[in-house]
């Protein structure tokens, strides 16, 4: 079992930076492969960030690709989403997620063991 607690979200102007922070407890946080996804009104949760247990690869959906980064700090238990050049089209709530094994596809979200509460981010234009 682990606990997910997303924070870092808030109402920014389009083009501004956030940083959005997830952090872990319970199980060991190095065996998770860890998730950003998101959601806006009307719409479907998707996709937006995966990286694997030793950060050694990281995967992105084409519409961040470029202005988000995913990274992770193991001795602190936490994953981080880094992002630039906001529009207002990623206005969403974020959820962080953790899966503890490799699966088919990163953008599955019921390939997805564990999520968090979300934290609203909303880009004004």
């Known amino acids: 079992q682990v606990q997910l607690v997303e924070s870092g979200g808030g109402l920014v102007q389009a083009g501004d930076s956030l940083r959005l922070s997830c952090a872990a407890s319970g199980r060991t946080f190095s065996s998770y492969y860890m998730g950003w996804f998101r959601q806006a009104p009307g719409k479907e949760r998707e996709f937006v960030a995966a990286i694997t247990r030793s950060s050694g690869n990281t995967y992105y959906a084409d519409s961040v690709k470029g202005r988000f980064t995913i990274s992770r700090d193991n001795a602190k238990n936490t994953v981080y989403l880094q992002m630039n050049s906001l529009r207002p089209e990623d206005t969403a709530v974020y959820y962080c997620?953790?899966?503890?094994?490799?699966?088919?596809?990163?953008?599955?979200?019921?390939?997805?063991?564990?999520w968090g509460q979300g934290t609203q981010v909303t880009v004004s234009s």
């Open positions: 997620a953790a899966r503890f094994l490799y699966g088919r596809s990163w953008t599955l979200a019921s390939e997805y063991d564990y």
